[in-house]
């Protein structure tokens, strides 16, 4: 909203200074400030009127150190990160940006999944909380939204750039050509670095099919990624800290994607209208950050389903709408390793049961996290070290944009 007040302010009464709205860099900058403000102002609030309504996480005993202390800790503390990050992109981005739309609905549509997960638990005694089939519908039902639209949105678009340059009287002039409703999207190791959804249908449907396939591989990865983080949230700092490293790449993918100059110099897709996406990856990070104030260990609130399938599924749609979403394997490696580990080892257990009488495991604990706690790593040292990881899996993620 404020980008549209000093436009109008610099457009009709050329006010001194309104015009450094028109710079994303500028509105990323309030948009992380603000966003960090607003979680350590009244974070603590949130945290207080949390412990008032009897929000604390109950714990089940599995044998962890450390793990009863946490019994009454205020849990729903994602509101924090939704409000922190809601207010700055409201204020800060182009409201108009078919973008910004998608992902604040995706904010809500995951927070409001994560809620109802939570609320069953502490307010009618479900210790399951929503049922996962629910859940999965529910993301399922985000996925259609986000893979339709991509699909057929007029401003949806990517900028194709003719070579070689072609000489004019005012210089070199490279001519382009906008691709509405594109099917191609960034493949790590690929020539140019693109990938052609059309190419799955092999030759056995229309063209015009592509956006089947290119929406079930959007509910896919929203379902995977917001599962992954949710998984991921189980040590104090590690789910919040993780996403904000990830947060980060997406916003350097968003800024390259979305400028002409830095897309062409690194042969990249250059997508018309997707840095703004920059601004919402500010406030995002910002949000994470001030989040960890309090999470961090030992932690003071707990962002529960709440903020945890929010934090995956905006993830996942910000690099679906950059056409990034075949590196998210290596970007969102933690988020992966964490949804493996939990499949191997019920799979394992299910099977060693079904075969020798008893059931088996793989790691002494899954998600992969308790596994380390099972061992005696304490829960500081594991949040450190995959946070470290996830640093290495952002640069490699990063240098694959020239590995071709």
């Known amino acids: 909203m404020l980008y549209y007040l000093f436009d109008y302010l610099d457009k009709q009464f050329n006010v001194p200074g309104a015009g450094v ?78 973008y910004i739309v998608l992902l604040i609905i995706t ?38 939204i986000v893979g339709l639209t991509l699909s057929f949105n007029d401003h949806v678009r990517i900028r194709m750039y003719e070579k070689p340059l072609i000489s004019s009287n005012l210089g070199e002039v490279q001519r382009y050509k906008d691709i509405i409703h594109p099917t191609v999207t960034t493949f790590p190791f690929f020539k140019n670095n693109e990938f052609d959804y059309k190419w799955l249908l092999f030759g056995w449907l229309p063209d015009e099919y592509t956006w089947v396939i290119y929406t079930l591989v959007a509910i896919i990865i929203i ?3 917001s599962n992954g983080a949710n998984i991921t949230d189980g040590i104090d700092g590690l789910a919040a800290g993780v996403s904000g490293i990830i947060a980060l790449t997406l916003g350097v993918l968003a800024y390259l994607s979305g400028n002409t100059k830095f897309s062409q110099y690194l042969n990249i897709m250059y997508i018309p209208n997707s840095g703004e996406l920059v601004i919402f990856c500010a406030a995002f990070i910002g949000a994470c950050v001030g989040f960890l104030w309090y999470n961090s260990y030992p932690a003071q609130v707990f962002m529960g389903d709440t903020g945890s399938l929010m934090l995956g599924g905006v993830i996942a749609v910000v690099a679906l709408a950059i056409r990034k979403e075949w590196l998210i394997p290596c970007m969102c490696g933690i988020f992966i390793a964490e949804n493996i580990s939990v499949i191997m080892q019920v799979s394992y257990f299910k099977y060693t049961k079904r075969k020798y009488g008893e059931g088996r495991r793989i790691l002494l604990m899954a998600p992969l996290h308790h596994h380390y706690q099972k061992k005696g790593i304490h829960e500081a040292k594991i949040v450190t070290r995959f946070w470290i990881v996830g640093i290495i899996l952002a640069i490699v993620t990063l240098v694959t944009l020239k590995l071709r």
Do not use: C
């Open 107 to 144: 904010a809500i549509w995951t927070g409001m999944i994560g809620f109802v997960d939570d609320y069953l638990k502490k307010f009618r005694n479900n210790k399951d909380g929503l049922h996962g089939r629910f859940k999965i519908v529910g993301q399922v039902g985000l996925g259609l």
């Open 21 to 98: 709205f028109q710079y994303i860099s500028f509105r990323a900058l309030g948009a992380t400030v603000l966003s960090l403000a607003i979680a350590a102002t009244y974070g603590k609030s949130i945290i207080n009127l949390l412990r008032r309504k009897q929000m604390g996480e109950s714990i089940r005993d599995l044998g962890l150190a450390g793990q009863m202390e946490k019994a009454g800790t205020p849990t729903m503390g994602g509101f924090i990160i939704l409000a922190s990050l809601l207010i700055p992109v409201l204020l800060f981005a182009k409201l108009s940006n078919v």
């Open 223 to 225: 379902t995977a990624i």
